[in-house]
């Protein structure tokens, strides 16, 4: 009985320690970093007032967990939208409150942070976010910048976004300890004014080379091969087959694809109401809700590994 009783109590402090020992394998204490780029629904318009009370928990827990900076589109001000804290909603411009009818809003990051928060509620993340509405891949996006490519999309005067996008992650990043942070993803979602031909044929046709040329750069930059690279399907049927082109073609790069019927699994609907006469068409609270939630999914079904 006596030693029974010794190998029982050895099982169970084996086990224990196995354990604590699996645990401290698997959590880094390396800051977690996510990459966020794109136009106007990267911005993000959704209604920030639908969120629910249980939601609002799950942001609270997720905040201590998740640090952002945010740098949003200039448009009709001097300077930019900016925010350096914890993850949370957007107190945006007048312009965008009464063309959404919003107070506050938020972009794919919110949901995609409280998801990631749930799965990994001891890793600390940063997600540094740069977005700016209306903009093109093939002009101010363009890591090939030119002002002859810029002006074709009418961008000649909107900052060179690929630099800018560089120059804000780096200034974030060199406030951290050099071994102290991993970056484990970026986000992407572009393609609506690279879409269409008033500016002729080019910015549609070259999407995959330049979408191409974007993740290549940023790899290089941030000497990260295989840095996993998250594309939501947006834009015409050509843009988003010129993403699948690229995904087929880059290792590590996932196009998320969007259900456009009401009843489809991944349907992200959009404000109904007119502004100014054109419809706002901007992702509502449950389209970006649904948005984020399928960039978690989908980094947490390809790429999870990359944080355990």
Same mark, same amino acid.
Not at 109 to 120: M, T
Not at 189 to 216: K, M
Not at 271 to 296: C, D, E, R, S
């Given at each position: 009985?006596?030693?029974?009783?010794?190998? +029982?109590?050895? +099982?169970? +402090?084996?086990?224990?320690?196995?354990?604590?020992?699996?645990? /401290?394998?698997?959590?880094?204490?390396?800051?977690?970093?996510?990459?966020?780029?794109?136009?106007?629904?990267?911005?993000?318009?959704?209604?920030? %007032?639908? /969120?629910?009370?249980?939601?609002?928990?799950?942001?609270?827990?997720?905040?201590?967990? &998740?640090?952002?900076?945010?740098?949003?589109?200039?448009?009709? &001000?001097?300077?930019?939208? /900016?925010? =350096?804290?914890?993850?949370?909603?957007?107190?945006?411009?007048?312009?965008?409150?009464?063309?959404?009818?919003?107070?506050?809003?938020?972009?794919?990051?919110?949901?995609?942070?409280?998801?990631?928060?749930?799965?990994?509620?001891?890793?600390?993340?940063?997600?540094?976010?740069?977005?700016?509405?209306?903009?093109?891949?093939?002009?101010?996006?363009?890591?090939?910048?030119?002002?002859?490519?810029?002006?074709?999309?009418?961008?000649?005067?909107?900052?060179?976004?690929?630099? =800018?996008? &560089?120059?804000?992650?780096?200034?974030?990043?060199?406030?951290?300890?050099?071994? %102290?942070?991993? /970056?484990?993803?970026?986000?992407?979602?572009?393609?609506?004014?690279?879409?269409?031909?008033?500016?002729?044929?080019?910015?549609?046709?070259?999407?995959?080379?330049?979408?191409?040329?974007?993740?290549?750069?940023?790899?290089?930059?941030?000497?990260? =091969?295989?840095?996993?690279?998250?594309?939501?399907?947006?834009?015409?049927?050509?843009?988003?087959?010129?993403?699948?082109?690229? %995904?087929?073609?880059? %290792?590590?790069?996932?196009?998320?694809?969007?259900?456009?019927?009401?009843?489809?699994?991944?349907?992200?609907?959009?404000?109904?109401?007119?502004?100014?006469?054109?419809?706002?068409?901007?992702?509502?609270?449950?389209?970006?809700?649904?948005?984020?939630?399928?960039?978690?999914?989908?980094?947490?079904? +390809?790429?999870?590994?990359?944080?355990?």
């Amino acid at each position: 009985m006596n030693r029974l009783y010794v190998f +029982f109590v050895i +099982f169970i +402090f084996n086990n224990v320690v196995f354990s604590q020992v699996q645990e /401290i394998v698997s959590h880094s204490d390396k800051i977690k970093v996510f990459l966020l780029a794109g136009q106007s629904n990267m911005d993000g318009r959704g209604d920030a %007032s639908k /969120i629910t009370k249980e939601e609002k928990k799950l942001l609270k827990l997720a905040q201590n967990n &998740i640090s952002y900076y945010y740098k949003g589109t200039t448009n009709n &001000i001097k300077e930019p939208i /900016i925010q =350096d804290g914890v993850l949370d909603v957007t107190d945006p411009w007048e312009y965008v409150k009464n063309k959404f009818r919003i107070e506050k809003c938020f972009g794919p990051e919110l949901f995609f942070g409280i998801e990631l928060a749930k799965q990994y509620p001891k890793e600390k993340f940063l997600f540094i976010k740069r977005s700016e509405g209306g903009t093109s891949l093939y002009g101010a996006w363009n890591p090939n910048w030119t002002l002859e490519k810029a002006q074709i999309k009418e961008e000649g005067h909107k900052p060179k976004l690929y630099q =800018d996008f &560089i120059n804000v992650v780096d200034s974030q990043l060199e406030k951290l300890q050099p071994d %102290s942070y991993e /970056i484990v993803g970026m986000l992407w979602v572009q393609g609506e004014s690279d879409s269409g031909n008033r500016h002729g044929p080019l910015p549609t046709e070259t999407y995959a080379e330049n979408l191409t040329s974007l993740i290549q750069k940023v790899r290089v930059h941030y000497k990260v =091969d295989d840095l996993p690279f998250l594309l939501l399907g947006v834009g015409s049927n050509k843009v988003i087959n010129k993403m699948k082109e690229t %995904s087929l073609n880059l %290792s590590n790069v996932t196009l998320i694809e969007r259900s456009l019927k009401s009843d489809g699994e991944n349907y992200t609907p959009r404000y109904t109401h007119n502004w100014n006469g054109k419809p706002a068409n901007h992702y509502n609270y449950v389209g970006m809700k649904k948005i984020g939630q399928l960039f978690y999914e989908n980094y947490f079904k +390809f790429y999870g590994d990359y944080i355990k």
